[in-house]
């Protein structure tokens, strides 16, 4: 059995169900297993540190996830069209994985929530996929022979799993936009088998 990472952040709760989502998908690939992990909000007042282990959902990822798994899904709300903060701060934790070329080769996908429909869920895919690129990760983005990529009148894009949540964040993950987070974890699971052979 094989362990695929979904690394995520989420604050009122949208991008962690899409994580569930790309777990699924990613369990339900023979030999493969979704390891969920989320990482703690940044505080502003430098000593003021998060537990451990958070107190009720996922636990908090740790380098060794990384190292560990065999791909990786990245998940993050936008913040101004780019990825959260809690998130870039842990990947900017990730340097000694980078010396070592340990995420190397490593296939990765990205996925995301906005709260509004033109509100930077690309440019957040694409903040994301940078500092995997970095790493030397594979990135995979959603193909269009998944049929909800053009009927979507919602989230869904080439370059990863999305989420329209609203502006009250009352909106629904739509069957679109979870099929597509679904197939994403699906397709991430069956490539990282591949090059893990
Ligand atoms: C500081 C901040 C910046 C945000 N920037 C954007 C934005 O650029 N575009 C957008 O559509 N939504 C933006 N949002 C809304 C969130 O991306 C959206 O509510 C998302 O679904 C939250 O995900 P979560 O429920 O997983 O925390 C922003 C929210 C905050 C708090």
Request: proline letters at 6%; a neutral charge.
């Amino acid at each position: 059995m094989q362990d695929i990472l979904v690394l995520y952040y989420s604050r009122t709760g949208a991008v962690r169900q899409m994580a569930k989502l790309v777990a699924r998908g990613i369990d339900a690939v023979p030999g493969a297993r979704a390891r969920i992990r989320t990482v703690p909000a940044v505080s502003a007042v430098r000593e003021s540190v998060e537990p451990d282990v958070p107190d009720s959902g996922a636990p908090y990822a740790e380098l060794k996830d990384l190292e560990e798994c065999v791909g990786v899904a990245v998940g993050s709300p936008t913040r101004f069209g780019n990825m959260a903060a809690p998130l870039k701060y842990f990947l900017d934790s990730t340097s000694g994985l980078w010396l070592k070329g340990a995420l190397a080769g490593k296939p990765a996908a990205v996925f995301t929530s906005t709260a509004t429909l033109h509100g930077g869920q690309e440019t957040t895919l694409l903040s994301m996929m940078l500092p995997l690129l970095h790493h030397g990760m594979l990135i995979l983005g959603l193909p269009y022979t998944e049929p909800e990529l053009t009927s979507t009148t919602t989230g869904g894009s080439p370059y990863g799993a999305s989420h329209v949540a609203g502006v009250g964040a009352d909106r629904v993950i739509s069957d679109e936009e979870q099929r597509l987070c679904v197939a994403l974890g699906r397709r991430l699971a069956a490539a990282a088998l591949k090059l893990a052979r």
